[in-house]
């Protein structure tokens, strides 16, 4: 039980150049969600989605877009990437138990320059 | 005004002290409060969740949850360095959605 995975760990990009962040979870949770996480700035929701082929918009979506075909997988999608989007971002899923909390993924570090 | 204010530190102590990390937060419709412990370098993992005003032991660990004046803490007693991390307060409406404070960096010296 992998729990959740995300890849890349790190990655550089250009201002402009674009890249899929890639999110797996294994344990059947209906719910995922994606954070960035900025410096002394705690954890803001970009997307999440309540199950396959449903997502919603969280608290800074603007630059970002996601789909969720399966259950298990949740990519997200930057385009024409900023400096703004700098940041280190983490993906987390939940089986809808509110008390159980959520499942986060080590997180993937990106720099764009 | 933020919807959820925590103290981002950094808070240094010695070994064996008890520790206290608060938040504010200023819905009322907010009806679950956890706590998520993150080391550096890692995914926040959940440390203590409670549901109502009150006490929550687990260990070393104690959750308070105050709703009349919306305020939540977070007291570690006998402290370790091994308790080193950033503590993040995370409060939900009950919509699956968790509102999270800044994170308090806490470094415990041997």
């Known amino acids: 039980n992998a729990g959740v995975t995300q890849t890349p760990k790190f990655r550089i990009l250009k201002i402009g150049q674009s890249m899929t962040l890639q999110c797996t979870q294994d344990m059947n949770h209906n719910y995922m969600y994606w954070y960035r996480q900025d410096p002394g700035m705690g954890l803001k929701l970009i997307y999440y989605?309540?199950?396959?082929?449903?997502?919603d918009k969280g608290e800074v979506p603007n630059g970002y877009n996601v789909s969720r075909s399966t259950t298990e997988d949740f990519p997200l999608r930057l385009e024409l990437a900023a400096p703004s989007q700098t940041s280190v971002y983490f993906c987390a899923s939940s089986s809808g138990t509110t008390l159980r909390g959520q499942y986060f993924g080590p997180g993937t570090r990106l720099t764009v320059t | 005004q933020k919807e959820v204010e925590q103290d981002p530190g950094p808070l240094s102590v010695p070994e064996g002290a008890i520790v206290s990390l608060n938040c504010t937060y200023s819905n009322s419709a907010f009806q679950y409060f956890m706590w998520y412990r993150q080391y550096s370098r890692k995914g926040p993992e959940l440390l203590m969740y409670t549901y109502s005003s009150g006490n929550k032991e687990d260990g070393r660990f104690t959750a308070q949850v105050d709703k009349s004046s919306k305020y939540i803490s977070l007291f570690i007693r006998d402290s370790q360095p091994s308790d080193s991390a950033t503590y993040l307060c995370a409060l939900d409406q009950g919509a699956q959605k968790l509102v999270f404070g800044q994170g308090t960096r806490l470094t415990i010296n041997p």
């Open positions: 989605s309540v199950g396959a082929g449903i997502t």
